[in-house]
């Protein structure tokens, strides 16, 4: 069975540079049947899709995160990772990694493997 886990700092500096890992157990990234995702859950707000990889290595980003957003991998590590830059406190969300099916990306947690989830705060 599938396990994700993200990890990073709870507490981020506007202006900074936000970066979260996620570790996965049970699968490979390199798996090619799934998308591995970040998604945030702004407070009172829905999920926002922030983008994915693939097995090749390969991302997609949301518009609205495309311009200051990184996703990569380790896959010794078994592991990818976000960076946002510049973030501001409309950053500040509950942060998700997820293994979804092309066809589930967008749909909601019902759907693929998800992460505890991780608080990440954007305050000075």
């Known amino acids: 069975q599938v396990q994700l886990q993200e990890s990073g700092p709870g507490l981020v500096k506007p202006s900074q540079t936000l970066s979260l890992t996620c570790t996965v157990s049970g699968d490979s990234i390199r798996n090619k049947y799934y998308y591995w995702s970040w998604i945030r859950q702004p407070p009172g707000k829905g999920l926002e899709w922030i983008g994915y990889t693939v097995y090749s290595g390969s991302t997609t980003y949301s518009p609205s995160f495309k311009s200051r957003t990184s996703i990569s991998r380790d896959t010794f590590k078994n592991q990818f990772t976000l960076q946002m830059s510049s973030v501001t406190p409309e950053d500040t969300a509950v942060y998700y990694c997820?293994?979804?099916?092309?066809?589930?990306?967008?749909?909601?947690?019902?759907?693929?493997?998800w992460g505890q989830g991780t608080q990440v705060t954007v305050s000075s």
């Open positions: 997820a293994r979804v099916s092309p066809d589930d990306y967008g749909l909601g947690k019902l759907r693929g493997s």
